[in-house]
């Protein structure tokens, strides 16, 4: 009896234990479990990296699922990696690399100095490129190399050549502070004309050309703002009441890219004893201009050529004045404001005396055509 009953308490006991009790004991055991393995594992590939970092030859790694160490013989990721890294070592350098090829801004930011003419440079612009035999102007004869495909090949010697000798005019006007235009009415022209102005520091024109400019410049640029200036381009005040009574200015040499739309511009320009620079075609009048410069005025990357090299030549006289301007030198002849109709006209003689003295210092030789 006594067995008996000891066994009923200890039934009842381990019936009044719930199984939820159970079950909670063993969920929170198997979450430890995980959570240290997840530990465990992370710590593995801890160490896995920095003994990878310190190492030269890669040590296999462990598999999460497995925890066996990793084949990389097995693996295709691992296997055409490689193969490649094979295939690089014996190839070695073969191959092509990439030369320095043609980038449009660089004309514009960065353009080619006098001194980086060449023919290559020319005719990769296109500057050899004329138009039909049909619409010739047998004034070009010497400038034309000879005939392809019913077009006219203009000759790169002869447009080297002039293109030198229009940056030793630029650069000599620019050295004496003379006023130099750009001039460029096509469509896209526009960045290069502002550019070269900007280095030669002149002025720009990439609109229409205003007629009477010049030969009327007092009625049409009368109103225009002027200002006196020093040695170094530093304004002088206290001059507002003699510039009133000054004439409109005109420019002292005027670069033209397109003179088959400027005419009426080269026309005033020769009425006032102004020289011009000009890109001439196979269809254009070389006589129209002082020093022509025998190219592709329809190629924009030839008048981009073009632009800039003159315009680095103005730069570059520029740089000249100011040189010696810190010197005490001063290359140019001061105006005198507040003078009258006769000093302007020897205002006039010295200019062109000037632009004689600029031809002859850079070598060019003008020849002037009996009437």
């Known amino acids: 009896m006594i067995i008996r009953r000891s066994l009923l308490r200890q039934g009842r006991l381990l019936h009044r234990v719930s199984p939820r009790s ?10 430890t479990l995980e ?33 066996r160490t990793f084949d990389y013989k097995t693996d295709e990721t691992v296997r055409k990696h490689l193969i490649i890294k094979h295939q690089n070592e014996v190839r070695g350098n073969f191959g092509s690399e990439v030369a320095p090829h043609y980038q449009p801004h660089q004309l514009i930011t960065n353009p080619p100095s006098p001194s980086q003419i060449t023919l290559e440079l020319l005719l990769a612009s296109q500057s050899h490129l004329g138009h039909s035999t049909s619409l010739w102007n047998p004034m070009n004869s010497r400038y034309i190399f000879g005939i392809r495909q019913g077009i006219h090949i203009i000759s790169l010697d002869i447009t080297a050549s002039h293109l030198r000798r229009a940056c030793r005019i630029v650069s000599g006007v620019a050295e004496r502070a003379g006023l130099i ?11 290069c004309v502002v550019n ?4 030669a520091g002149g002025c720009h024109l990439f609109e229409r050309w205003i007629p009477g400019s010049i030969t009327n410049g007092n009625q049409i640029l009368g109103g225009c703002q002027k200002k006196v200036v020093d040695e170094h381009d530093n304004e002088i005040e206290g001059h507002d009441d003699h510039l009133l009574d000054q004439p409109a200015l005109k420019p002292d040499l005027v670069v033209c890219l397109n003179p088959l739309e400027n005419w009426v511009m080269l026309h005033e320009c020769g009425l006032n004893n102004i020289p011009t620079i000009g890109i001439i075609d196979t269809d254009a009048d070389p ?40 010197k005490g030198e001063i290359s140019y002849k001061p105006v005198e404001l507040g003078g009258d109709d ?20 850079a070598g060019v030789l003008i020849e002037e055509e009996d009437d």
């Open 22 to 31: 159970s079950s909670r004991s063993l969920a929170t055991e198997v979450d």
């Open 35 to 67: 959570a240290s393995v997840e530990n465990s594992l992370k710590e593995t590939h801890s160490i896995e990296s920095s003994i990878q970092d310190h190492t030269l030859n890669p040590i296999p790694r462990i598999n999460d699922k497995t925890h």
């Open 181 to 191: 235009l750009f001039v460029g009415s096509r469509p896209g022209q526009d960045r």
């Open 196 to 199: 070269a102005a900007r280095l």
């Open 287 to 326: 006589s129209w201009v002082t020093y022509p410069i025998p190219a592709n005025d329809d190629s924009l990357r030839c008048v981009q050529v073009i632009a800039g090299v003159l315009g680095k030549a103005g730069q570059e006289g520029q740089l000249r004045r100011m040189e010696k301007a810190k």
């Open 342 to 361: 006769e000093e302007d006209d020897d205002d006039e003689d010295d200019h062109e005396e000037l632009i004689d003295e600029i031809a002859v210092e």
